[in-house]
Structures are given as C-alpha cells and as structure tokens.
C-alpha cells in the first residue's frame, strides 16, 4: 500500500542519511515507487527508490553542517543527530542504535555528560568495533597478507594466522586495559596468541589448543612492536627492512617527520655475508644519509633479533646480532641508550611523547582528518583525559 511505502521510506531512509527525513524527501522517495509500481511491481519499485537514496549525497557523505551559533559569526554547533551519526560511526562503523537514536530525538545529547554516557555505553558493548580497527590500522597490521614470504606453510608461517593473532592481541588489550594503562600495556606486554600455522615463530614448544593467551618467552617478546604480524610487515621476502621498521618509529610513534631521501641518492646495500648493522654503517659515511638515518636507524636496528617472518633470533651469518642503539635530540623521555627491543619497547611506553603521538594519530582516525593548528586545544584535551 501507498502508505506502507511512505513508511518504510520515512523509517529505513532515517537510518540512509543518519537523520529524520524531511516531509518533502518522504514525498519525493516514496514518488519513485509509487509511479513504477505498475511498470514493476511494487518490491522492484520500493527497491528503485531505495537505490535513488543510495545515490544521494545525503547517504554518501557524512554531512556535518550544524545550525549556526547565537552572536558568533561563523561558528556552527553538530545538531543532536550529527553528533549520533559522530558517535556511533566513530566507535562502531555502523547507524546509531535504538538508545542513541531516542537521545537525539529528544534532544538529550547537548552536554559532555550525555554524549560522555553514550560513548562510555558503547565502548563497553560488543559492537564497538572501531578501537581495535583503529590500532591494527595504526600498526599496519593487514601488510601481512600480502606480502610475500620465502616460507608459507603449517606449522612455519602462515599469514592468515600471524594477522589473527596480531588482532587477537590488541582485543585483549582493549578488553583488560581500555581504562588504565593502555598503550604501555600495548607496547610491553608479554601475552600473545599463537596457532598451528605460527606457534614456532614465538619460540613455544606447541601450539596452544584454542585461543587462550599464552605467557611468550622472557626477554623476547615485548608487545606490538614484537609481534610477527607487525614484524613480517615491515620485511621482505627473506630479508628484514630495518630502515622500514625505524621510519614506522619514528614517525608513527613519535610523531617526527623525515624527509624523503633526495633523488640523486642510491644507496645500495652491500651483498656481503654482514648483518644487517655492518651494511647499514653506510648510511654514517655519508653526511646527505647521516641526520635522518640517525633517527631511522636506532629503532630498526633494535628489532634485528627478529627475522623477515618475526622469529627471535641471535645471530645472523654466524655472527652476533646487536639489537642495541640509542637516540640523540629527539625528547628527553626518548634520548639515551636501550640494550634490544625489549628495553625500546620500556623507554616508548614510559614517553609522554609516544602518549601524545598516540593521541594524535587516533585524532586522524575518529576525526577523520588531519589535525590543523585550530585543534591544538582539544589536542591539549584529549591528552589530558587519557
């Protein structure tokens, strides 16, 4: 019937453009229906006029626009629905649940403490999916599936189940320490998950029989940045990219930029049976590769203990690997030397750097833009709620 159309128009459109539609957008939607009911059929024409609202930028963009602030030239505030749409697409990539929706329509998400409530109610449910997304994101960690490996069979390497138990590590973070200690638990923790395909990469005697956490091997293992999933991302086929690593640290976890290697610069490394610190010394022959590479290289070198598949290792060509390095002119939380990986891991967690860093880059994420020098306040904000 004409009216059942409207309704599913005016019900299932609501959740299209993440707002009540209009009286005239009920009329026009429901209109392409309605005139090829004859020509179609009624489900076939429903279906047209849902696939003009599918097409609309109403559903295609998050429209932000606001409703303009009394004596403030300029400014716009998020009405209740724009801040629905914010919060529940923020935390869980889908429409605003049945609780959120009621809040906006009654007007009950004006204050920091009603939005703070809804945010808090969601994060603490199952489909606040978007926290774990943000920090596999953050990590990089679907660069496993498809980079290449030498090896790529049970009980060696397998892909698949590196990036599971990657995720499956960043769930537990979230779920123990969402309210305290977060990203140093992020950074330092010895839990892991391990399977068939990936339990020798961790140096365990056997695989574990489901998903429960596993205590990993003392001194070896120090969270994210020792986990295979992150560690075989940053690799190659056979050989590690230490450059590769330290420039994820470098920038990523503290936030300083390097510049691209000019373009009349080929470095190639040396073929020789070295490590990889022995061909790296290039870099500090060369004045053009010394400054940067003296940022990039620190925190590279320091996961040289771990190969191209992320397993822990000691030597290299036969010869002793040194995992230590140390940091000059970055922060006073950062300078100074660590011994392996391990101690990198230690001095990153304990950094008001890394924090605000950290802070910045689930900014981009939630915002879903790059801070500009007007959101240094809530930069400020942010970091001192964490």
């Not at 009911?37 to 097409?55: K, N, P, V």
């Not at 963009?61 to 409703?67: K, N």
């Amino acid at each position: 019937q004409d009216a059942c159309i409207e309704e599913l128009v005016r019900e299932r459109g609501a959740i299209l453009f993440r707002r009540p539609l209009s009286t005239d957008e009920v009329t026009r939607y429901a209109a392409y229906a309605k005139s090829n009911a004859a020509t179609f059929g009624r489900d076939e024409a429903l279906g047209i006029a849902f696939q003009a609202m599918l097409i609309a930028p109403q559903f295609l963009f998050l429209a932000e626009i606001g409703t303009p602030v009394p004596r403030e030239s300029g400014v716009a505030r998020l009405d209740a629905y724009e801040v629905a749409a914010a919060i529940s697409y923020g935390l869980t990539d889908g429409p605003a649940d049945a609780m959120l929706w009621a809040a906006a329509q009654s007007g009950a998400l004006s204050t920091p403490e009603q939005i703070r409530g809804h945010v808090a109610r969601l994060l603490a449910s199952p489909a606040a999916t978007a926290a774990g997304e943000f920090i596999a994101q953050y990590f990089k960690l679907d660069r496993v599936l498809t980079i290449a490996k030498t090896i790529e069979k049970s009980g060696e390497y397998g892909r698949e189940r590196v990036h599971e138990d990657g995720r499956l590590f960043i769930d537990r973070v979230l779920s123990t320490n969402r309210g305290k200690d977060f990203l140093s638990t992020l950074l330092t923790s010895r839990v892991g998950f391990a399977g068939r395909d990936s339990y020798k990469l961790y140096g365990l005697g056997a695989a574990p029989a489901g998903s429960e956490p596993v205590t990993l091997p003392a001194g070896e293992r120090a969270g994210m940045l020792t986990q295979p999933a992150f560690l075989a991302s940053f690799a190659g086929l056979e050989e590690t990219q230490p450059v590769k690593r330290g420039r994820f640290i470098t920038e990523s976890l503290l936030c300083v930029e390097v510049p691209e290697a000019p373009l009349d610069v080929v470095t190639k490394l040396p073929t020789s049976m070295s490590t990889m610190r022995e061909k790296l010394e290039i870099h500090s022959s060369n004045p053009r590769c010394a400054a940067c590479h003296a940022l990039l290289d620190p925190g590279g070198l320091a996961l040289e203990q771990y190969d191209a598949y992320g397993r822990f290792r000691t030597t290299e060509h036969g010869k002793t690997i040194d995992a230590s390095g140390s940091w000059s002119g970055v922060s006073p939380d950062i300078d100074g030397r660590f011994e392996n990986a391990v101690a990198l891991a230690d001095r990153l967690a304990k950094s008001t750097t890394v924090e605000q860093c950290f802070v910045r880059h689930a900014f981009r994420f939630f915002m879903g833009r790059p801070e500009g020098n007007y959101d240094r306040c809530t930069l400020t904000g942010a970091s001192e709620a964490y």
